[in-house]
């Protein structure tokens, strides 16, 4: 099917909300399918690793759903340079059906109890195969976003791409929900959990077929010159530094995002000894709050420049992510929980809504793609995605229950350098020509 010709004249709003929804439905199922593996994430170490003691399986779990990210780093030099040669729309739709298989995959495997060790192998293959598929996917759907948006609104488009992800995470909870108070936990437990998980499945034919009326970017259609595998490559290695700083703006990142979203329903459970349904509520209000700050501050960046809210999110998270925890922690309760977790929600889409667009803008435009979705399966697979797992090792080595705050301030650290970096004196001027171009 050949791409649709440039457009004219410049889209409806009408035109490029339908285009927002298209383009992020596949960024919907991506978080979908994650939220729920972490969410379940006791069920499933009964299910597929039974070692007899819980500590060491929900580790084991943990470093399965790390497993996958590790194959991101892959996936975005692979796929991305596809997509960067290719084109946007040929690229989110190949990564569509790569992560279906992970998907289908996890749903229908059977338990260690029926199959045995060929169980946890095909949890990871599955994971391995939507972290390969997920190494471009963000970059894909952030990179379509900035070269669809007006000018002048690219950080509240662009905001988007994490929007999908906070909506998938509002209906996964409320699946989550539905499920615990309907189903006895015996039941939940030995094969309730896998509902969402097939529900999941059956809305990819959907998604697929929506994602294929996408038409490609005009900015993409305008360049006339699109570099091989080896000039993208050659790219790369030249602009390594652009690589690791924005490597290090997405640490702060990915790293909250899983603590406060993916991770939270197990150390609510597990860590603080709340209920499942606490823990789900809270989950559910921080989607929302996600939501509501991250379009918010997408736009107030396009207003006073990404810098002042880049700067200012990261010493507050430096200031004051331990020391909330460290309340919580010191007496559990859901309205404590509420209150630390919006707060932590705050943070993180504030400092979100503006670093997603930088990074689009800090890499070069013939490789937008692969650049963009180096850094941030970079920053995924070597710090955020193996975040539960840090988190209740750090629990475990150190005794402290609000030890994932120490966790949240080094990756705030790791975002303060990146941003004093990539805005250093006389490079504004650059990121203005990298935007436009």
Known sequence: MNAPAQASSPRPASSRLATVLRVTSGNFLEMFDFFLFGFYATYIARAFFPTGNEFASLMLTFMTFGAGFLMRPLGAIVLGAYVDRIGRRKGLIVTLAIMAVGTVLIAFVPSYATIGLIAPALVLIGRLLQGFSAGVELGGVSVYLAEMAPPGQKGFYVSWQSGSQQVAIIVAATL??????????QTMSDWGWRIPFFIGSL????IFMIRRSLQETEAFLARK?????SEIFASIVTNW????????????????????TVY?????????????????????????????????????????????ILLGFTLLTILTAYPAIAWLVAAPSFQRMLAVELWLSFLYASYNGAMVVALTEI???????????????????????????VST?????????????????????????????????????????????
């Not at 010159?225 to 595998?229: A, G, K």
């Not at 530094?241 to 406060?260: D, E, K, N, R």
């Open 176 to 185: 989550g929900y539905l499920l615990n108070t309907t189903l006895a936990p």
């Open 203 to 206: 809305i990819v034919p959907f």
């Open 225 to 229: 010159h699109h570099p091989t595998l």
């Open 241 to 260: 530094q652009i690589v690791l700083a924005g490597m290090l703006l997405v640490v702060m990142t990915t790293v909250s995002f899983y603590l406060i």
């Open 264 to 308: 939270t329903p197990t150390f609510g459970k597990s860590v603080l000894k709340l209920s499942l349904t606490d823990s789900l509520v809270v989950t559910f209000c921080v989607a929302l709050s996600n939501l509501f700050w991250l379009p918010v501050m997408g736009a107030l960046s396009d207003r006073i420049g990404r810098k002042p």
């Open 363 to 389: 890499v070069p435009a013939s490789v937008r793609t692969v650049g963009f979705s180096l850094c941030y399966s970079l920053a995924t697979a070597l710090f955020g995605g193996f975040t539960p797992a």
């Open 393 to 437: 090792a750090l629990i475990e080595m150190t005794g402290d229950k609000a030890a994932p705050g120490m966790w949240m301030t080094f990756a705030a650290v790791c975002g303060l350098v990146a941003t004093l970096t990539v805005y250093r004196r006389g490079e504004s001027s650059r990121l203005v020509q990298a935007a436009a171009a």
